[in-house]
């Protein structure tokens, strides 16, 4: 069985008489990309911090590394490595300066660590440039170079994609894919958008309200995202049947609703109403079904039922 690299138990945060965190249990396993999913104020972020001991929680446990008394916490967490806000780096430095000086804040031995971090986010050609002129992007990587200067175990990204280009986003996927697949890295990693989450995460963890509402692997999400054609008619049987036999149709389901959820011919639907009615099959309903993945986050969070193929 893989090794369960966090776990959360009821972990509760409040800001006074307001529940920002609400008993929340995720549970991350070693190798996965785990996106953590939520809008604005879900409580992303003050979850993350909990995790990284960047602030205490009001109940609940959290076990990393399947350790969770203090000290334990305490030795697991220097094999973590964060991103969580924009990282306090001294302005006049330049990006090799900020790094050591964050190695010897952090007691990291080797100074080695410093240019293959800077050569890992390609930062390497910056010389005496100073912080305070870096662009956006620039500032994320020497972030990122800083997340990963131990070596860690865990990277804990709190929205790190957040206003870069869209050069920039695929960039920072490719290393964070990177890191997760050359180097070993479990990924907790939090966003708004779903869509940036969607090319690198194994599995989602969607908050809503300080509270996880779905956990569900990328496989699972993209099943239930799938687009089909959703065809009702007066005589479902028969109908399976023709599609079968005349369109060649392999893959088709019936609904508990008396629809028939086809994969093919999404472009063609006139062919599938033709064949049809040529066979006196009365057609009712012939429309694309399915979401985006965006669709499907609203759809949740809004709290609606979505159609019955999903
Ligand atoms: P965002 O994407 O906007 O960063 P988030 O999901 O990370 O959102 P959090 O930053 O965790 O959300 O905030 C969750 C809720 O807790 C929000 O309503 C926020 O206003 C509130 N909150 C966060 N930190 C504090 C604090 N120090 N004092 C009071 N309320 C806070």
Do not use: W
């Amino acid at each position: 069985m893989s090794e369960t690299i966090l776990k959360t138990e009821n972990l509760t945060k409040k800001y006074g008489s307001f529940t920002a965190v609400d008993s929340m249990s995720i549970q991350v396993t070693k190798g996965e990309i785990y996106g953590l999913v939520g809008k604005n104020g879900a409580g992303k972020t003050t979850l993350l911090k909990m995790v990284s001991g960047l602030s205490l929680p009001d109940a609940g446990e959290i076990a990393l590394f399947e350790k969770n008394s203090p000290a334990g916490l305490n030795s697991a967490r220097a094999r973590t490595g964060c991103i969580i806000e924009t990282p306090s780096f001294l302005p006049y430095l330049s990006a090799e300066k900020n790094l050591e000086y964050y190695r010897i804040q952090r007691g990291i031995r080797n100074p080695r660590c410093i240019r293959k971090s800077l050569e890992f986010v390609g930062l390497t050609d910056t010389g005496k440039k100073k912080f305070k002129s870096f662009s956006l992007g620039m500032k994320q990587r020497l972030g990122l170079a800083l997340a990963i200067m131990s070596s860690p175990d865990l990277l804990i990204l709190d929205e790190p994609i957040n206003g870069l280009d869209p050069m920039g986003m695929a960039e920072f996927r490719e290393m964070i894919l990177r890191l997760n697949r050359e180097h070993g890295a479990t990924i907790l990693i939090s966003s708004h958008i779903l869509s940036e989450l969607s090319q690198i995460a194994t599995t989602y963890g969607f908050i809503n309200g300080g509270r996880l509402i779905e956990t569900i692997s990328a496989a699972g999400l993209k099943q239930k995202c799938k687009r089909s054609l959703k065809v009702k008619t007066g005589d479902t049987e028969k109908a399976v049947n023709v599609l079968k036999r005349e369109l060649n149709c392999t893959h088709l389901h019936v609904s508990d609703s008396n629809a028939i959820y086809l994969d093919e011919y999404l472009e063609a639907p006139e062919k599938v109403v033709n064949t049809l009615v040529k066979n006196h099959i009365p057609v009712s309903e012939v429309r694309q079904s399915g979401l985006n993945l965006e669709e499907y986050f609203i759809e949740l969070v809004g709290g609606m039922h979505h159609d019955e193929n999903n």
